[in-house]
C-alpha cells in the first residue's frame, strides 16, 4: 500500500475521448476531466453527487460549495459550466497534484475555483457558520476515506458551516457489511439527521467493493427528486431511504476524534 496519499505519484493520462484526461494518483484513477465538456461525467459515482448539485435550489442559480478532496477538480468545473458565479472552494492538501492538474488541465477563465492547499479538518475550521449550501466530501488517502473526516466532531463542523437547508454529500468507497457508512450514518444523527444513501445495485448487493454517496441534511433530504433522476439515468441506481437506511446501515458506532471523550453508541 502507499505511504501516504500526499506526493504519490500523479500521472495525466489521456483517453480515447478528445480533450479528455484521467488523473491518477498513486495507480488510482480519481478523476476523469474532460476539458471540451465540463458536463460530461464518467464516473457514476460523481454523476450521482451531480444529481444532488442539480437538484439543490434552482437550476442555473450559483451555489456556495466546499469540496473536501480535489484531485482533477471535475465537479468544480461542472459547477462551474451548470451554475455560473458559484462561490467554490476546494480543500486539497496535495499541492503538487494541484499544481499539476492547474497545468495540464488548466480550469476555465475567471471559473471562480479556489484551491486551498490544507486537510479537510483544517480547511472546515476556517469557514464561517451558515457560510455553504453543499459540503462535497471526496477525499482519498490509500483508497480510502481520511478517518477524522467521518467522526462526530467533523460532522458537527460540517452542519456549522451549513447555511439552512444545506447538504452534506459524502463519498465513500465502502463494501457489505458497509463498516464505514455504518460509523458514519451514526455520527450524522446528532446533527444531520435526514439520510439517503445511493449507490449501484451490485453494491448493495455485496458482490463488490462500490462508492456509497451518502446524503444528509438537518432538514430533508432530496429523496423523490433523486428517485426519478436515478430511475432516468444512463447509469441506474438506487436511492436508499430513512426505512433502508436505518435497516441497511444501522448499527454503527460513533468515531470520535482523539481525545474527543468517550464513544457512545
Do not use: C, K
Not at 505511504?3 to 480533450?19: I, L, N, Y
Not at 451518502?214 to 426505512?243: H, N
Amino acid at each position: 500500500s502507499m505511504s501516504t496519499g500526499v506526493g504519490d505519484e500523479v500521472e495525466v493520462v489521456a483517453t480515447e475521448r478528445p480533450d479528455a484526461y484521467l488523473v491518477r494518483v498513486g495507480g488510482r484513477d480519481q478523476s476523469l476531466v474532460d476539458l471540451a465538456d465540463p458536463h460530461h461525467l464518467a464516473f457514476d459515482y460523481v454523476r450521482r453527487i451531480a444529481d444532488v448539485v442539480d437538484d439543490h435550489a434552482v437550476p442555473g442559480e450559483p451555489l456556495r460549495v466546499l469540496h473536501v478532496g480535489g484531485a482533477g477538480l471535475t465537479l468544480p468545473r461542472y459547477v462551474h459550466a451548470t451554475r455560473p458565479g458559484s462561490w467554490q472552494v476546494v480543500l486539497e492538501p496535495d499541492a503538487a497534484l494541484t499544481e499539476r492538474v492547474r497545468v495540464e488541465l488548466p480550469l476555465p477563465r475567471r471559473s471562480g475555483i479556489r484551491v486551498r492547499a490544507q486537510d479537510g479538518r483544517t480547511g472546515l475550521a476556517g469557514v464561517r457558520d451558515d457560510a455553504v449550501d453543499l459540503v462535497v466530501v471526496d477525499a482519498f488517502v490509500d483508497g480510502e476515506v481520511p478517518g477524522d473526516l467521518v467522526t462526530l466532531e467533523a460532522v458537527a463542523e460540517v452542519a456549522r458551516v451549513l447555511a439552512p437547508g444545506g447538504l452534506l454529500l459524502a463519498n465513500l468507497s465502502d463494501r457489505a457489511p458497509f463498516p464505514l457508512a455504518r460509523d458514519l450514518v451514526a455520527a450524522l444523527r446528532e446533527h444531520l439527521p435526514h439520510v439517503l444513501v445511493s449507490a449501484e445495485p451490485a453494491t448493495l448487493r455485496a458482490r463488490r467493493a462500490g462508492n456509497l454517496l451518502v446524503v444528509a441534511g438537518a432538514a430533508g433530504v432530496p429523496r423523490a427528486a433523486l428517485a426519478a433522476r436515478a430511475r432516468s439515468g444512463g447509469a441506474p441506481y438506487r436511492v436508499l431511504d430513512d426505512v433502508a437506511v436505518a435497516s441497511s446501515f444501522g448499527g454503527g458506532r460513533v468515531r470520535r476524534d482523539p481525545g474527543g471523550g468517550p464513544s457512545g453508541s
